[in-house]
C-alpha cells in the first residue's frame, strides 16, 4: 500500500495536489486497516474545499503563505494609503431631498435584484440556530427572514431575492422556508446559494489543521464569498440580461435596513453609482468600518470601508495621532459607518464578476502563540468582506456612500444581551426590537400623528432602552416610502397613541381617526382594505414580562415575553373592504359598502 493511499483517479488527483502543496502530515496516521470509507470521507471533504476556491487548494494555500509572511512580518496591508472623508450624500429623514430620492428610487425598484448573506450562526448572540428565524420584534413576532420578503413583496412584482447561506444555516433556512410556503414569495423567486469553508492551517507554511484522523478543520471565510457565489451561480449576469439595473446587499438581522432602500436607490442613480454604501453616523470605536477615501503614495485612490480594527492605527499612523476619535460635532466619527448594506449598478457588476470570478482581497488573522509568530493558538484561515468590493474597481468607477440616521436604518441584533450592557449601541434584540417600534412611531410622527413618547427608561437583562413604547408595528405593506405612509394618515391630526399602546397595522389599511390607549390590530391580506375610522381604542394592551424558566431559546436570549391582553381588538381580513370602528365600549368591523347596518364582525 502507499505511503498516501487513494482508492481511484479522483481521489490521486487530490492526494497528488495534497503532497504537491506540502500536506504530507494529513496521512501521518493512517494505518493499513483503515477502510475505503473512511479514505472516501476524507477525500470528499478535500474535493469540496478544492471545488470552492476559485483556483481550488493550490490557489487557496499559495495565497495564505503570502499573507502568513506578511503577518509574521507585522506588514501592514494600508501601508502608503492615506485616510480622507469620501464624497457622499447626506440625507435628513423626511427632508425634500430625502422624498424626491425616494421618488427616483421608486422608479427604480422594480429593476432591483436583492441578496441577503445569511451564512452566519449568532455565536456572538448567544443563539445556536440560524438569526434569520428571530423575531424582529415580539408584538407582532414578525421573523427577519419573514420581515424581509414581505419587503420584497410589497416593493414590486417577483423581485429575486438570493440567499447566501452556509452548512451551518443551510437546512434550517430551507425549513423556515418550506414551513411557511416561502413566506408568500413567488416559486422560484428565492435563490439559495451555499459557501463552503476553507481550510484552517496550523502554521506559516500553511499546514492544514487536521480534526481526526480523516478529517481536516475547516472554518468560515467571511461573507465576502457572497461575489464568488453570485459569479458561480450566473445569478447577476441573469439579472443584468433581464435588465435589472441594481443590485442591493444586506445583511441577516437588520430589519431597518429596508427603510432608507428607496432614498438609497434615488442617490444611486442621481449619481450613476457602481456601489453606493448606505452608512450611518458612526460612533469612535463603534465596531462598524469607517467608509473612507484612500490615497496611495503613488497616486491610486479607492473609496472603500476600512474594518473597526484597522481604522484607528490607521488613522493614528497617518492624519490624527489620537486615532479613531470624534470629528467637528464632538460626538461622531467623521468617517461614515459601514453597516454592510450596500447598492451595486447591475450591469458593471456583471462586468467586473466575469472579470474577477468574485474573488475579493482576503486577509489572515493568525493569534499567535508568541512573539516569534511561528505558533498559532489556534488554526486561523484566510477570510474576505463583502464590502471590499470596490478594492477590484477602476478609479474612474464611482462608489460613493449615503448617510442616513441609524434611527431609520441600522440596528441589527447581533449581542447576547449580557455583553449588550457594555456596549453603545447594544445591537442585542431588546435594542432591534425598540428601534423597530421607535422608527414606526417617529415616521407617525413625522406625518403629524399624536405619538407619545416614553416617559422612563425599562431594562430587561441589564439593558435599558427609551423607546421601547408606544410599541408601533407598521409592516412593509402598510407603505413602502414616506409618500405612501402619509396616504395612510389623510387626517393625522385625528390619530393619537398614548405611551402604553401597541398598534400593528398591515396591508392596505388607511388610518382616517383613531384614539389608542391599550392595543389594535388590524391587518388586511393582498384583496382586503380597511379604513380606521372613529375609532376609539381603550384596552389592557399588550404587557411584558420576564421569560418563563422553560422559555424557547429564541426567547430565553432576550429575557421577557410579550403578551396581548384578551381585549385587544384584532381583525384579520382576507377579502372585501371594511370598516374598523367604535360601537359602544368596543371595536367592531363592519363591510364598508354596509356601514350604519348592525351586521358586523368583532374580533
Ligand atoms: N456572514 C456570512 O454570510 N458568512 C460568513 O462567513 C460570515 C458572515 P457579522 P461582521 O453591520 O455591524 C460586518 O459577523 O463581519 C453574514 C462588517 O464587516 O454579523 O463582524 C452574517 O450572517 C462591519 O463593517 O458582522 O461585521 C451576517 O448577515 C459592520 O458593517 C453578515 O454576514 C458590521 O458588519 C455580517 O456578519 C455591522
Known amino acids: 500500500m502507499s505511503e498516501y493511499p487513494a482508492d481511484t483517479p479522483a481521489q490521486q488527483k487530490l492526494r497528488d495536489i495534497l503532497i504537491a502543496?506540502?500536506?504530507e502530515h494529513l496521512y501521518k496516521d493512517w494505518k493499513a486497516s483503515d477502510t475505503k470509507e473512511q479514505r472516501k470521507a476524507f477525500y470528499d471533504q478535500i474535493a469540496t474545499l478544492d471545488g470552492a476556491y476559485p483556483g481550488g487548494l493550490k490557489a487557496y494555500l499559495a495565497s495564505a503563505r503570502d499573507l502568513l509572511a506578511a503577518s509574521a512580518k507585522g506588514a501592514n496591508p494600508l501601508e502608503g494609503w492615506t485616510p480622507s472623508v469620501p464624497q457622499g450624500e447626506s440625507l435628513q429623514f423626511g427632508s425634500e431631498a430625502w422624498l424626491q430620492a425616494e421618488d427616483l428610487g421608486s422608479q427604480e425598484v422594480s429593476k432591483c435584484a436583492f441578496v441577503l448573506v445569511a451564512g452566519g450562526?449568532?455565536?456572538?448572540l448567544g443563539y445556536s440556530r440560524i438569526k434569520v428565524e428571530l423575531p424582529t420584534e415580539t408584538a407582532s413576532a414578525t421573523k427577519y427572514l419573514e420581515y424581509y420578503v414581505k419587503t420584497l413583496l410589497a416593493l414590486g412584482d417577483r423581485l429575486p431575492l438570493a440567499i447566501m447561506v452556509s452548512g451551518d444555516t443551510?437546512?434550517?433556512t430551507r425549513q423556515l422556508l418550506k414551513e411557511n410556503n416561502d413566506f408568500g414569495a413567488a416559486k422560484g423567486q428565492i435563490t439559495l446559494m451555499k459557501q463552503e469553508k476553507v481550510p484552517a492551517l496550523q502554521d506559516n507554511d500553511a499546514r492544514i489543521a487536521p480534526l481526526s484522523t480523516y478529517e481536516v478543520q475547516a472554518k468560515p471565510h467571511g461573507h465576502g464569498d457572497v461575489h464568488v457565489l453570485l459569479h458561480q451561480s450566473g445569478l447577476v449576469k441573469k439579472w443584468a440580461s433581464q435588465g435589472r439595473k441594481w443590485v442591493y446587499f444586506f445583511q441577516d438581522t437588520n430589519a431597518l435596513g429596508f427603510r432608507p432602500l428607496l432614498a438609497t436607490l434615488g442617490v444611486s442613480k442621481q449619481h450613476n453609482l457602481h456601489c453606493n454604501f448606505l452608512t450611518v453616523p458612526r460612533l469612535p470605536g463603534q465596531a462598524v468600518g469607517g467608509v473612507a477615501k484612500l490615497t496611495h503614495e503613488d497616486g491610486r485612490e479607492m473609496t472603500l470601508n476600512v474594518?473597526?480594527?484597522?481604522?484607528?492605527?490607521?488613522?493614528?499612523?497617518t492624519v490624527d495621532p489620537r486615532g479613531d476619535v470624534a470629528g467637528a460635532d464632538g460626538v461622531h466619527s467623521p468617517y461614515p459607518g459601514n453597516i454592510n448594506q450596500f447598492v451595486l449598478a447591475c450591469g458593471p457588476y456583471a462586468q467586473t464578476l466575469e472579470k474577477t470570478r468574485g474573488v475579493m482581497g482576503e486577509f489572515v488573522n493568525p493569534k499567535y502563540a508568541d512573539s516569534t509568530k511561528t505558533t498559532f493558538k489556534k488554526p486561523a484561515r484566510l477570510e474576505c468582506m463583502m464590502q471590499d468590493y470596490p478594492k477590484v474597481l477602476a478609479k474612474e468607477e464611482k462608489v460613493g456612500f449615503t448617510s442616513v440616521d441609524a434611527w431609520i436604518s441600522f440596528s441589527p441584533c447581533k449581542n447576547a444581551t449580557a455583553d449588550a450592557a457594555t456596549k453603545s449601541p447594544p445591537a442585542c434584540a431588546l435594542s432591534a426590537e425598540a428601534d423597530q417600534y421607535a422608527h414606526c412611531a417617529e415616521m407617525l410622527r413625522w406625518c403629524g400623528c399624536a405619538v407619545e413618547k416614553q416617559s422612563m427608561p425599562e431594562a430587561w437583562g441589564g439593558v435599558a432602552v427609551d423607546n421601547l413604547r408606544p410599541?408601533?408595528?407598521?409592516?412593509?405593506?402598510?407603505?413602502?416610502?414616506?409618500k405612501a405612509l402619509k396616504g395612510r394618515v389623510p387626517s393625522p391630526k385625528f390619530v393619537t397613541v398614548t405611551e402604553r399602546s401597541t398598534l400593528i397595522l398591515e396591508g392596505d389599511v388607511t388610518v382616517k381617526s383613531l384614539q389608542l390607549d391599550g392595543g389594535l390590530v388590524v391587518k388586511c391580506a393582498p384583496g382586503a382594505s380597511c379604513t380606521i375610522e372613529h375609532c376609539v381604542a381603550a384596552n389592557a394592551g399588550f404587557v411584558r414580562g420576564p421569560a418563563p424558566g422553560d422559555a424557547p431559546e429564541a426567547t430565553a436570549i432576550r429575557g421577557y415575553v410579550t403578551v396581548r391582553g384578551g381585549d385587544v381588538p384584532s381583525f384579520d381580513f382576507t377579502s372585501g373592504?371594511?370598516?374598523v370602528t367604535s360601537e359602544g365600549s368596543g371595536v367592531v368591523a363592519r363591510r364598508a359598502a354596509e356601514e350604519g347596518c348592525a351586521g358586523c364582525v368583532v374580533a
Open 21 to 23: 502543496e506540502k500536506q
Open 121 to 124: 450562526l449568532g455565536e456572538r
Open 170 to 172: 443551510e437546512a434550517m
Open 307 to 317: 474594518e473597526y480594527n484597522q481604522l484607528g492605527p490607521l488613522l493614528k499612523a
Open 471 to 482: 410599541a408601533i408595528v407598521l409592516l412593509p405593506s402598510f407603505a413602502t416610502s414616506l
Open 577 to 579: 373592504s371594511w370598516v
